[in-house]
């Protein structure tokens, strides 16, 4: 019987979770999207997060 792995990479702490959110292409874990949430724009570790989401490339849109 084949073992299926339920964790994946998230695109901000880079660790393996199991639990969180798909952003696009990008996994973002729960922990993460819950410490982003709650990071007010003044502070240092706002900056880290922008500069991990902007590795999220929008799925090409075909008409």
Known sequence: MEQ???FECCGICEDEKETGIHL???FICS???HN?????PREEKY?????KLKNIST???YS
């Open 4 to 6: 299926v792995n339920l």
């Open 24 to 26: 696009y292409n990008m």
């Open 31 to 33: 922990e993460c999207e």
């Open 36 to 40: 982003m949430i709650h990071t007010e």
């Open 47 to 51: 900056k880290y997060y922008l500069q």
């Open 59 to 61: 799925p090409k849109l």
